[in-house]
């Protein structure tokens, strides 16, 4: 039988091609379009207080902008500091009496401080190099947040019709549809804060310590610190404990142990005191979902997809197991 044979089939071939086409076109603004709903879950109940005693319009307007402050202020802090510190870092590394000491470890017949001198040369040059594409351009990242507080707006003034418009297109009963919707909230808000806030203890916690070690730009390898410790099983190690090294091989014995002390005993329990607090009240998050969720975010939504990559994988998990629930469960004349 011929393709687009019936009118129906060439409808059906115009609407894919032209929804195909509206994707192809809006992918560079993935990252803001995801984040209208993300930045909905987390501000919805601010809405809903301010709601109760100003105008509609007037409390999402205060909305907004409280949440372009609190992305807009940390994003440019940020990239400015890696901007200015990254590259000098870099070059002081390199240049370091400190690398020549590594570089002459050995364990038995391995050279092991060579290979370890070598990987070090090669991530902090590429972190001298690439601080800034690690936030991606500013004038995409205004974009996406431009379209991100634009589209939280015009959401939090008529979510209910929204959700009258959504909800018939997904296919899964009204009882699950409902479950689905407040599911969405709990993970999104419980990965938001969790993570967060968790990255921001690991970053002082560790920004303080490297002070009180004397270790240099401490500030900077707290910034760090906060965005490596997204990452699940190492995460701030990957910081405090070169940073524990370092200073046992300059000879300050104690001060090195101390720190790696610090990040074992202290830093590295941080997520087992503040994640069950946080997922006591939200959803939780394996692990695993964060770490497979970071390293499929990262090469397309740059930074952001430690924080995107994890969301969209705990959804993917929730609507197979809704999907099992509902049609493999479900006897055959239901299904």
Known sequence: MALLETRRERAAFLVMLLAGAL?????????????IPVLYAVFAPFHDRLAKHLHT???????VLVALVAIAVPAVMLAGLLVSEAQQIASDFLQSPLLVRIAELKLGPLELGSRIASLGETLVSWLGMNAFGLLGTATRLALNLLVALFGLF????RPGETWTAVAPYIPFSAKNTEILRARFSDVTTSTVIGTGFSAAVHGTLVGLAFKAAGLPDALFWSVVTAAVSILPVLGSAMVWGPGGIALV???RVSAGIALLVWGIVVVGNVDYVIRPFVFKRWAHI???????????????FGILGLLIGPLAVSYL????????EEYLAAPADET
């Open 249 to 251: 091989l300059e000879g």
């Open 317 to 324: 998990f929730e609507l197979i197991r809704m999907y099992q």
């Open 23 to 35: 994707i192809f076109a809006l992918f560079p603004y993935a990252s803001g379009l995801i984040g």
């Open 57 to 63: 319009r007037l409390a999402a307007t205060i909305v």
């Open 286 to 300: 394996h692990p695993l979902v964060t770490l497979v969720g970071a390293l499929a975010g990262v090469p397309h």
């Open 154 to 157: 015009y959401l939090l003034l």
